[in-house]
């Protein structure tokens, strides 16, 4: 079966602008949830998301947001961006207690 | 407040040595999940093992085996007969019971050489 796609895998903005990224689960998976991962922070949390409702929420600012359409495609975004935002984004949907990821979308802020 | 540490940044091995990845771990919860990650230079994170707090059997599967110690909050992960492909780096996590979220804590991670 297709795993999880994330979209797009690359991109790059610059300060003060917003991005969206986009993940589709595995079919029939109602989780997602989503990771930063940064050279100096390593993985973390950001949210997850269960049958459109958000389930759980790390420690990130108000600029970082999320949704979840009743498909269980779910996009985050984050406004306002700044050099730090810079990250691989990861996706994650979980199935019988595992968790699979998506390949991520790298975001290069400048 | 959970937490994991890999106390191991980086491990160079020769191909077809055995190697050991450490972890250990605190939380405070009674039931919960440990898990094992590989991430390749693709960026994507491989699922390789989970355990639940209750299940302390340890298991080998080919080359790799764990060794899960609740007395010591303790779950190791062992690669024998080490293989170029192996290099990648190797992140354990923790997070609670299925049923209250999908939040994983991870570790650091552990960036494991083979050279041949």
């Known amino acids: 079966k297709a795993g999880v796609t994330q979209t797009p895998r690359y991109l790059i903005k610059t300060r003060g602008q917003q991005v969206t990224l986009s993940c589709s689960p595995i079919?029939?998976?109602?989780?997602v949830s989503w990771y930063q991962q940064t050279p100096g922070q390593g993985l973390q949390f950001l949210f997850e998301?269960?049958?459109?409702?958000?389930?759980n929420k790390g420690n990130f600012p108000g600029r970082f947001s999320g949704r979840q359409f009743s498909n269980s495609r779910s996009e985050m975004n984050v406004s306002t961006l700044e050099l730090g935002d810079s990250a691989l984004y990861l996706c994650?949907?979980?199935?019988?207690?595992?968790?699979?990821f998506g390949e991520g979308s790298r975001l290069t802020v400048l | 407040a959970q937490k994991v540490t890999q106390a191991q940044t980086e491990i160079s091995v020769v191909e077809k040595e055995d190697v050991t990845l450490d972890c250990v771990y605190e939380?405070?919860?009674?039931?919960?999940?440990l898990f094992w990650y590989k991430q390749p230079p693709s960026g994507e994170l491989v699922f390789l093992i989970r355990?639940?707090?209750?299940?302390?059997q340890n298991e080998i599967s080919g080359r790799y085996s764990w060794n899960f110690q609740k007395s010591t909050s303790s779950f190791n992960f062992t690669i024998t007969a080490s293989q170029v492909v192996d290099s990648a780096v190797y992140f354990c996590?923790?997070?609670?019971?299925?049923?209250?979220?999908?939040?994983?804590?991870f570790g650091a991670g552990t960036i494991l050489r083979v050279k041949s």
């Open positions: 994650a949907t979980r199935e019988s207690g595992e968790l699979f």
């Open positions: 079919s029939g998976h109602r989780s």
């Open positions: 998301y269960f049958s459109e409702t958000q389930r």
């Open positions: 939380t405070r919860d009674t039931t919960y999940y």
């Open positions: 355990r639940n707090s209750f299940d302390e």
């Open positions: 996590a923790l997070s609670e019971a299925v049923g209250r979220g999908n939040k994983l804590v």
